[in-house]
């Protein structure tokens, strides 16, 4: 979603600015801009598109001085237009923000009778209409941004500048997340750290519902009601990090590659190799003594989740209810004292799962967390934190955190299952050992295949639409694959159960239409292979990813045959998610889209 910088400092900063927001470049915007005071003037320049164009436009309009504030904007209210770009100004006021103001028709109004004259189609601009309002009323800037403050209904995060203050920025948090950088005689706004990381370590962030003063030398922060509240604050990991493709087209490719990596990583942290056993603390998760567990993330995470219902009801025999967090809440699940809720979120601020894991929260469930975010406000507001360490993930289609989330689960699963006494310490062992093999067989695997791959995707680009199909484990791998290809490509793809062929699916079936089955030589084998010969019987062009066995068994003539190692069934999903990756990858590579930052997409989803 929308990226907030501010800098007070010692030295211009309007290219500071600039270098900030291509940090949060990987959040996906369509707009973007800055604006500084300079002289007791408050100046901006804005520009659509990508910030190379903004660049350009300070290259000819160089813009002065040493406070500012800076946005890269995801529409929501109104075309991403340069009149809609952020910051939004106002008789000496300056507004960045990202979120949405769900009252803002009626503060609009309100302000329009008043003889307010908008200039935008934004929801942001009545913030800064406001703030101008109660300062024309005699309000000084710290009580004209409090009593704005409670005006606005939603989620927001905001930087705002008064032409006034020249030596001032303030900040507020409602919902979507916003970090203070402390520096030496300079100060820092960022959404996340990561924007943060070239100027400081040193961050605190602020929680919901806080507003915050920042100068040179302070930092003062307030709660809803206005009284002045001290947050602790911490060296972040965010800020070790290099956001750079090294010698890769695109941040996905390299991501992509970095899974042998970053999962040997994170497996190296919840297992113990030399015992053969998992090791974590699940913290108030006492899996023994649960009737039942409550899972809720959304897109990517949200299938990875019902992977790992799928591991958890077959290992450790603990039912899983798992809805995608736009819905969760809504449905008003019975929620009992024998459960317990898990979240899973690469940022660990998607807004939809944060309220969410709010409504476990309000009926007393422990809650677990599964994020690659440690600071972020679900892993704050979680019981038990369980990290993916795939480092920042800057391709707004997921990858490696896909594969890590998977990691995490698959461990989540094995030490439920030794809690209840559903998973034998041998089975454990043969399980532990087939995750301890999964990296080496990345590199494996990447190797092999993606030169066949690549040329098998210059072939499937010719297609309007795809079907992929799976079952157990695989039909979520399915949906993963059919949402990779959609969301880079833009070629319409859908995602099935092969057993629900018949039920619907089989009537689009034609030359036309590639179907990618994604079948290793498991206990569903010989079912999904019925289902290709359905689709072969109707002329369907069959993409058969698979394994060695799978290969040799499998009875038809196909478009082309994926085949990678057999693994252990819990290594399966996690190995085969490199080819549905693949493949969408190379598709939209050679259809030419925005493979880093597709067009409507954001990488973290702050608003509902």
């Known amino acids: 979603m929308c990226g907030i910088v501010g800098i007070v400092g010692k030295r211009e900063v309007g290219t500071l600015l600039v270098d900030a927001l291509k940090r949060l470049e990987y959040r996906g915007y369509d707009s973007a801009g800055i604006a500084t005071i300079n002289n007791g003037e408050l100046g901006r320049r804005r520009a659509e598109g990508k910030l190379v164009n903004l660049e350009t436009r300070l290259a000819d309009e160089p813009l002065a001085g040493t406070v500012g504030i800076g946005h890269t904007r995801w529409a929501t209210h109104g075309a991403p237009t340069e009149r809609n770009a952020h910051p939004h100004f106002c008789h000496g006021v300056a507004v960045v923000h990202n979120g949405i103001i769900e009252n803002f028709a009626v503060l609009r109004a309100e302000l329009t009778a008043k003889g307010a004259e908008f200039h935008s189609q934004t929801d942001t601009e009545v913030v800064a209409q406001l703030l101008a309002a109660y300062r024309s009323e005699g309000l000084a800037a710290r009580e004209a941004m409090h009593k704005a403050l409670s005006r606005l209904e939603g989620a927001y995060a905001l930087a705002v500048l008064f032409e006034d203050q020249p030596d001032m920025i303030l900040g507020a948090r409602s919902g979507p997340p916003l970090a203070v950088g402390h520096g030496e005689g300079e100060m820092f706004l960022g959404s996340d750290a990561i924007a943060l990381a070239p100027f400081t370590d040193k961050i605190t962030y602020l929680d919901d519902g806080d507003w915050a003063v920042v100068t040179r030398e302070s930092l003062e922060i307030y709660d809803h009601s206005g009284a002045l509240v001290e947050r602790q604050s911490q060296i972040s990991r965010g800020t070790a990090y290099v956001v750079d493709k090294g010698n890769h087209r695109h941040f996905m490719e390299k991501e992509i590659h970095e899974q042998a990596e970053v999962v040997s990583h994170t497996l190296s942290n919840y297992i113990d190799f030399a015992e053969g056993k998992v090791r974590l603390d699940t913290g108030q998760l006492d899996f023994a003594n649960l009737d039942r567990l409550a899972m809720s993330a959304c897109g990517t995470a949200y299938y990875a989740g019902l992977i790992g219902k799928y591991w958890f009801e077959r290992f450790a025999r603990l039912p899983v209810e798992i809805d995608v967090a736009s819905e969760f809440r809504y449905r008003e699940m019975p929620l009992t004292g024998r459960m317990a809720a898990m979240f899973i979120s690469q940022s660990g601020e998607t807004a939809d799962t944060l309220a969410s ?44 955190a896909f594969t890590c989330q998977l990691s995490v689960l698959a461990a989540l699963s094995m030490i439920a299952g030794r809690e209840r006494g559903t998973l034998s310490p041998e089975d454990e062992s043969v399980m532990v050992q087939a995750l301890v093999e999964a990296p080496r067989l990345f590199n494996e695997v990447i190797r092999d295949i993606e030169p066949q791959i ?41 995602g099935y159960a092969a057993g629900e062929l018949k039920h619907g699916p089989i009537a689009l079936i034609d030359e036309n239409m590639p179907v ?89 989803v702050t608003v509902e």
């Open 357 to 400: 894991l709010r409504y476990c929260r309000d009926h007393s469930l422990p809650i677990g967390a599964v994020v690659n975010v440690r600071e972020s406000t679900i892993a704050r507001e979680s019981d038990a934190v369980f990290p993916t360490l795939a480092g920042p993930e800057i391709g707004v289609a997921s990858t490696k």
């Open 454 to 494: 690549e040329t098998l995707s210059r072939e499937l680009a010719r297609f309007k639409d795809v079907l992929y199909l799976g079952r157990g484990t695989n039909f979520p791998l399915a949906l993963e694959g059919a949402l990779k290809l959609k969301e880079i490509s833009y070629i319409h793809a859908e």
């Open 516 to 604: 990618i089955v994604i079948a290793p030589h498991d206990r569903h084998f010989e079912k999904t292979m019925s289902n290709m010969q359905e689709v072969a019987a109707r002329g369907g062009q069959i993409i058969l990813i698979t394994d060695e066995k799978g290969a040799e068994a499998a009875p038809l003539e196909t478009m082309a045959t994926i085949t990678l190692p057999v693994v252990h069934e819990i290594v399966a999903p996690i190995l085969h998610a490199l080819p549905v990756q693949l493949v969408a990858y190379h598709t939209a590579v050679f259809m030419g889209t925005d493979v880093d930052q597709p067009r409507n997409l954001a990488k973290s």
